[in-house]
Nanobody
Framework: QVQLAESGGGSVQAGGSLRLSCAVS????????IGWFRQVPGKAREGVAAFYTLDETTYYADSLEGRFTISRDNAKRTLFLQMNSLKPEDTAMYYC?????????????????????WGQGTQVTVSS
């Protein structure tokens, strides 16, 4: 069973940085897409970024303007989301999710590709 656990959220002032972690277990091969998503109460969930484990291709939402970066620690089976130049509108619950196959990554922002495995989320709050 694939399991994901996020950590690293917190409160930060605008312009600051945070690094979120997603610990992944139960993945038996290297063909998974790990995605980062965020959601604000009352709004639709938004895809932030995705990482394809097979070839380490990364995907980002255009709206991020290059402020976020995905990286991986293979030994610890952990995926990171480095978030810089944070804005109040980045305030949300952040989730990591997993799906088998590159299609999840290529379509990470499409509601037609719902990721099957999800963590419980970590809250990020950015104050102005």
């Amino acid at each position: 069973q694939v399991q994901l656990a996020e950590s690293g959220g917190g409160s930060v002032q605008a312009g600051g940085s945070l690094r979120l972690s997603c610990a992944v277990s139960g993945v038996t091969d290297s063909t998974y897409c790990i995605g980062w998503f965020r959601q604000v109460p009352g709004k639709a969930r938004e895809g932030v970024a995705a990482f394809y484990t097979l070839d380490e291709t990364t995907y980002y939402a255009d709206s991020l303007e290059g402020r976020f970066t995905i990286s991986r620690d293979n030994a610890k089976r952990t995926l990171f989301l480095q978030m810089n130049s944070l804005k109040p509108e980045d305030t949300a619950m952040y989730y990591c999710a997993a799906g088998r196959g590159g299609g999840y990554c290529r379509n990470f922002n499409s509601p037609s590709w719902p990721f099957p495995y999800w963590g419980q989320g970590t809250q990020v709050t950015v104050s102005s």
